[in-house]
């Protein structure tokens, strides 16, 4: 999966949700603070959503970040590369429990 399928998957998930809401993107911009032509962009993949303006979609969407990201994760198979060995340092106790 490529960063353009990703920007795609969540632009789909953010105008899904705001239909679902009955808000117009001139009413999400407003409430986030952009302007109507960057949820437009947002919508149709053309643009990366940064972190902070994600938290601050989904607060006005009135739901949790990680609803953008749902069901992602399955686009994203470990193939031995660094992302396994991430995951065996996540799954792995990197610190002491009683260290502190």
């Known amino acids: 999966m490529d960063a353009d399928r990703i920007n795609r998957d969540i ?5 899904m949700r705001r239909r679902l809401l009955d808000l ?4 999400v911009a ?6 109507l032509q960057q949820i437009h962009k947002y919508e149709a993949g053309l643009n ?10 989904a607060q006005a969407l ?7 990201f749902d069901g992602l ?9 660094a992302d ?3 995951a065996k340092l996540s ?5 002491s429990r009683d260290a502190a």
Do not use: D, H, W
């Open 11 to 15: 632009g789909r998930r953010l105008k």
């Open 62 to 68: 009135e739901v949790s970040a990680s609803y953008f």
């Open 24 to 27: 117009s993107q001139k009413e």
């Open 84 to 86: 396994s060995r991430l």
């Open 91 to 95: 799954s792995e106790s990197c610190f």
């Open 48 to 57: 990366t959503i940064s972190a902070a303006k994600l938290v601050m979609l």
């Open 73 to 81: 994760e399955a686009g994203f198979p470990l193939n031995g590369g």
């Open 30 to 35: 407003q409430r986030c603070g952009l302007k």
